[in-house]
């Protein structure tokens, strides 16, 4: 599971904020509903308070922080169940370890002049790693 957290200052208050639930709202945010993806949106992206987006919105704090906490379990239980956002995770993290491999062998083999096959396979296996890693 992804644990992330940012901590903001608001006065002197400070709040800690779960980031994957913005990284959740990616992954599975066509879910919830409009209002739920609005609110998460407000709240983590848009750092509105619960009073803002219930002024905003002409419901009260507590039914902004209800649809907040419904729509997070919504997001962590979909995460539990399918487990995509980790899987990409993974992905991009091995994808990124590719590349860096590939890279290391195309300078290894220019430095020391070996093979020009080499060196254009090298450069495929980036491009490759870099088109994979933009179309998750």
């Known amino acids: 599971m992804l644990y992330f957290t940012d901590k903001t200052v608001k006065g002197s208050v400070?709040?800690?904020k779960n980031l994957e639930v913005s990284y959740l709202l990616d992954f599975y945010g066509d879910?919830?509903?409009?209002?739920?993806?609005d609110f998460l949106i407000y709240y983590y992206d848009e750092d509105l308070?619960?009073?803002?987006i219930a002024e905003n919105e002409g419901i009260t704090r507590q039914g902004v922080r209800d649809a907040i906490k419904r729509a997070e379990a919504q997001l962590f239980e979909m995460e539990k169940k399918l487990g995509v956002a980790a899987k990409f995770g993974e992905m991009s993290k091995?994808?990124?370890e590719?590349?860096?491999l590939a890279d290391d062998i195309?300078?290894?083999n220019l430095e020391h002049s070996l093979s020009r096959e080499i060196n254009d396979d090298a450069?495929?296996?980036m491009s490759l790693a870099d088109y994979l890693?933009?179309?998750g």
Do not use: M, P
């Not at 308070?49 to 803002?52: A, G, K, Q, T, V």
């Open 133 to 135: 890693k933009q179309q």
């Open 123 to 125: 450069a495929r296996i």
């Open 14 to 16: 400070i709040v800690a």
């Open 94 to 96: 091995g994808l990124n």
């Open 31 to 37: 879910i919830l509903t409009q209002k739920q993806h």
């Open 106 to 108: 195309y300078r290894y």
């Open 98 to 100: 590719i590349k860096a």
């Open 49 to 52: 308070s619960l009073s803002e």
